[in-house]
Structures are given as C-alpha cells and as structure tokens.
C-alpha cells in the first residue's frame, strides 16, 4: 500500500526568546538568520518535498509583523499559513487550543520553530500511523529540560527533569517535534496550559502516547547565544566564511577565523573581524575590533562554542573556490546547494540543451528542488588540472588541443531555444566589476597597493572603460565563463565540462584565454603560443576577422580574465579564508604581465601598475 506524506504543519513561533536577548528585540527566534536562511525556512526546507505539506499555520505573539513580511518571500510550494495570534502567551499546549480548528482537522505535525533539525521526517510520519498513536513524541537520547521516561515498548510513562520516577526503561529528551491526532484536543483546556502534564494524562488513560527515537541525526535548540552561533557555524559545513550577496566589505577589512556577515551589514574602515557573526542591521564602526561576538544593530553579544565544537573541512582535499558541496553516492554525484543559489535551475536547463548538441557534459539524473539536491553523472575525480601533473608536455598539449576542439564545439552549440545565454550578456557591466574585483580584492587587500593607486586612480579607471568597451564589442558566442582546468574533468579519457551554471553572452577568446592561460596549469610560453595559434586558426575563420584582429582580441580578452582571477584569490584567500589560492597569484600575475606589455602604448597606466605589482614583496 502507497505511504500517505500528506500532513498538516503547526510551527510554533509565538516565543520572547528571553534566553536570546538582545537577539530577540530586533528578530524573532524562527526569522533569526542562520548564513543566509532563516531558521523557519531551514525547517521548511528540511520538511516540505519529503513530505506534502496540505496546510500551514503559527502561533504568533512577539513581533508578529515580521511574519507577515516573511510570507511575501515564502516558497510558492509551501502554503500560506494561517496565524493565530496570541494576546498573552498563552504556553505550549494553550497554543494548541487556541489553534483548535487547525488541529481538528487531521493529523498534525507540530515542529518548535527555533530548532535545527536532520529529523527523517517522512519515517516520523511512517512509524506514526502504522503504530496507531494518538501523539508521537519525537525523543533522542541527550540531555533535555524535558526528560521523557518510557517503557520498553517506547511509550510514554512520565515527564521528569529528575529521572526520579520509578519503572522507567529508559530516559530519552525531547526533540521539540511531535504529531498529534484531532482526539487529543480532549484532553487539552481553554486558555494557559503546558502541554506536557495532558501528555501524561493521556497516556494513562488510552496509553497511545508514544515516542520516536530520532537517533544520532543532528539537532540542535537555538536556546542561547552560544548555540545559536554553534548553528550558525555547523550550517557552514565546514567553510570558515558566509557572507552575504552584495558584498559590501571595505577593502582593509580584516577577516580571521570563522566569520559570518548577513545582509544589510554597514562596516567602517580598519575593522577586524575574528570569529564574529554580523546579523542584519549591524553597524560595525571604524577601526573596531570584534572578536567572538554576535553584533547586529547597537548590541554586541559575546559567545562561547562547547569544548567538543570543531570545524570539519567539507572539500575532502579537492581545492574548490564554489559554495556547492558534492558528494558521491552509489547513484551518481549528488550536488547540494544553498538557498541562495540562484543559477542551478538554469544550469539544468542549458544541460539537456548542450546533450542535444553533443555536447559532453554530465547528464542531470535527477532533480530535487525542494532539498536542494540535483544528482548527476558521476564523472570521477579526475580533473583536468590533476590529470596534467602526471603527463608528459606533448601529452599535454593533445588534450589541451582536444579541449579546445570542444570548447569551439560548446561555444557554436545551438542553445536559442534555452532563452540562455541571452539572458546573461556579458557587458561593460560585468566587464568593469571585473576590474573593481582585482583593484579592491588584489591590488588594495593582497598587496597593500592603494596608497600607490589613488593619484592614479582615474586614469586606471579610464583604461578599464576602454578594455571593457573593446572587449564588449567582440562577436558573441555561448561563453562558459569560468573555462579552467578544475571545470574540465577527464573520463573515459576524454574531457568533459562541468560548472557552466554563469554561462554568458560574450567573446569566445575569453573562455580560450581562460584555458590557454590557467594559473593552474601554468604552462611554459611557448606552449600556450602554439595553443593560441591552434585556437586561432579555427575561429578566426568563423567570426570573419583577420589573424592580427583575433589574436589582439585573446590578448584583450586574457587581460580580462587575469584582473578577474587575480580578484578571485585574493577574495577566496583573505575574504573566504582559503589561504591555497594565494600560490595562484604568482602565475596569474606573470600572465597579466605578458599581456600588458603586449598592449602597453594601449594601456599605459594598467602597465605602470602590473610593473609596481610585481616589484611588491610576493603574497
């Protein structure tokens, strides 16, 4: 017989958070954000798309107009809830009478919202029905306030902080989730009451009160600062820093161990943050130092993290400057991504267009929005970049040349009926943020230079408008953006692209320079030469432009891409705190400056600048 996931979910969110304060006097507990997501969507995503969620409702008292707000932004997939408002608070089990004509109409999960969860909902809701309970408490065995005593049978025998109670088996904490059946409501009266004396009751008097061993999945009660900032830092996974979209952080900020900054975050100049969360609102002043703090708007709140709290590293070795986490399974490569991911959806829809086009890329298997999961092909762990250390240079350069062949492959597919990459052109917009990323992430933070930039600064500024002007105006292909040999990976050997998620509208001799010039690979110049002129004897016939005219815009285009790069590690290195990408700056460096000197009557002040870069100690 079909499982019925079908459920009704009552999140209750009527809580001061007193224990949070000062937290709790600008954000409820279930809106505080958690990198990025709110701890309410955190539990909605962890819930709907494994089970169906039919109908939705709160309890509301503190700052209820922030809910309100919250909805506008609330998944489509998910229904709008209904609030029940409370003048008083009016306890846990008054919330569930004063919602009576929510919980009469079903069952219904009831979850707190200011938990972190893992919870295998959908078994919850299995071992639920099958064993004919009229409440089920979800329990784990850890510490708890409340302390749940059961028989061997798992049912409910007492509440007891103490572990007193005789004929206990076994003594398990409450998981702050539990599913009730419409008949409970008997035995639960009008106004104020604690829920967990009507448990008992029940219990004694029908014994269908029973529990569910959550086991060793992660939860954690955001009761405090201190485990709040604990959430906080094991959402990460394992990455020392979240920072919100726009970035907005000063170039001299100085950002050590773990930290987080939300949106809507003001940071003066000379700030150092360490191990400091920065909610919305926050206003962080110059020169002011934090140091394992919360700060959000005019509080300062200390935290400690347990003894036991480590960070994990998420990337198993494999040197990555993405958010995504990938992870293997007997299936295929399962991605998983966060919230704010914007470009997955669209990645999914140019994959089936490039396949058409034969096109190796990694077949989409599955697709599942509501956990953030998609499942691809698994094309092992041979990238590109790994896969040339062990070659011989004439090895290379074959597979270099077969890429290449690609890429014009991938570059000419038809993909008109994707609406992509129409969609992203890439303009003197996202050109000119380019070069602001290399001034401000590599030029200002890595090597100290903006004191040497300022009386410059204009004319720079100048030279970048024309280089993005020029290199706008080139004839405009599918362009993958991010064409480097960790995106290229080798199976079957053969290569394959991967992370074409931000494919653009743009010059081909981009992605061309990406490859030929990849500080990764840092190749010898006569090698990237005779890879230049492989690339440009096939395309140059194609776009109807003259050698001299192509092989110009590759030197155009490298300029580009190496300002970008070099922004890049200086961002992943002294922002996200991924200290292996600084060994990148060197080559990148050494690159930019071939080019430059290629174009210098072009670009005086640019080569003025790559000159005093590289007389500057070395990061």
Not at 352 to 366: D, F, H, K, R, Y
Not at 367 to 382: I, Y
Request: include cysteine.
């Amino acid at each position: 017989m079909e499982q019925d996931y079908r459920i009704n979910l009552f999140i209750a969110s009527a809580g001061m958070g007193t224990r949070l304060q000062p937290l709790t006097h600008t954000f409820p507990k279930p809106l505080l954000p958690v990198a990025g997501i709110a701890v309410i969507d955190r539990l909605l995503q962890s819930i709907n798309g494994v089970l169906e969620i039919e109908s939705l409702a709160m309890n509301l008292h503190h700052l209820p107009e922030q809910f309100q707000q919250w909805t506008e932004s609330l998944d489509e997939k998910v229904p709008q809830p209904k609030f029940f408002h409370e003048d008083e608070l009016l306890g846990t089990g008054g919330a569930i009478s004063n919602a009576h004509e929510f919980f009469c109409n079903g069952t219904c999960l009831l979850v707190n919202g200011d938990i972190l969860a893992d919870i295998d909902w959908r078994s919850f809701v299995e071992y639920h029905r099958q064993s004919s309970n009229m409440v089920t408490l979800a329990v784990q065995d850890r510490s708890h306030e409340r302390r749940v005593g059961v028989d061997s049978e798992g049912k409910l025998l007492c509440i007891d902080p103490s572990m007193s109670t005789a004929g206990v088996h076994r003594w398990l904490g409450y998981a702050c989730a539990a599913i009730y059946e419409p008949e409970f409501l008997e035995y639960l009266p009008q106004g104020e009451s604690h829920v967990p004396p009507f448990w008992v009751t029940a219990a004694e008097n029908t014994k269908r009160i029973g529990t569910y061993d959550i086991g060793l999945c992660a939860w954690l009660d955001l009761g405090n600062v201190d485990s709040y900032a604990w959430g906080i830092l094991s959402c990460l996974k394992g990455s020392q820093r979240y920072l919100a979209e726009p970035l907005k952080i000063p170039w001299d900020t100085k950002l050590n161990g773990t930290c987080v900054i939300e949106q809507d975050v003001t940071i003066g100049l000379g700030v150092e943050l360490i191990d400091s969360i920065l909610l919305p609102g926050a206003i962080i002043s110059d020169g002011e130092v934090l140091d394992s703090v919360v700060a959000g708007p005019g509080f300062r709140v200390p935290y400690a993290l347990p003894q036991t709290h480590a960070s994990s590293q998420s990337d198993n070795g494999i040197l990555s400057g993405s958010d995504r986490l990938y992870r293997r399974t007997p299936d295929g490569m399962l991605m998983e991504y966060s919230a704010t991911e914007k470009l997955v959806q669209r990645q999914i829809k140019l994959t089936g267009s490039l396949l058409t086009n034969g096109i190796s890329v990694p077949e989409v298997l599955s697709n599942n929005p509501a956990k953030r999961q998609v499942l691809l092909q698994d094309l092992g762990d041979e990238s590109l970049q790994v896969w040339c250390k062990g070659q011989e240079q004439n090895e290379i350069l074959e597979m270099l040349q077969d890429v290449l062949d690609r890429l014009i492959d991938f570059q000419w597919a038809d993909v008109a009926d994707t609406g992509i990459p129409q969609d992203k052109p890439f303009d003197e917009t996202v050109l000119l943020w380019e070069t602001s990323y290399f001034l401000e992430r590599c030029v200002y933070r890595v090597f100290g230079l903006k004191e040497f930039c300022d009386p410059i600064l204009k004319s720079l500024q100048a030279e970048f408008e024309k280089l993005a002007s020029t290199v706008s105006s080139l004839p405009r292909n599918l362009m993958h953006r991010d064409f480097q040999s960790s995106n290229v990976m080798i199976h079957d050997n053969k290569p394959w692209f991967i992370d074409f998620q931000a494919a653009h509208h743009g010059p081909c001799f981009y992605d061309a320079a990406s490859m030929i010039g990849d500080p990764y690979l840092d190749l010898p110049k006569q090698a990237r030469q005779e890879l230049d002129a492989y690339y440009l004897a096939k395309v140059s016939s194609r776009l109807n432009m003259s050698s001299e005219d192509a092989r110009t815009a590759l030197i155009e285009c490298g300029m580009q891409r190496h300002m970008q790069a070099l922004g890049a590690y200086g961002f992943l290195s002294s922002i996200r705190g991924k200290q292996d990408f600084l060994q990148y700056i060197t080559p990148a460096l050494g690159l930019l400056s071939e080019e430059v000197e290629l174009l210098k009557s072009e670009f005086p002040v640019l080569h003025k600048l790559v000159q005093q870069l590289r007389l500057s100690s070395s990061p």
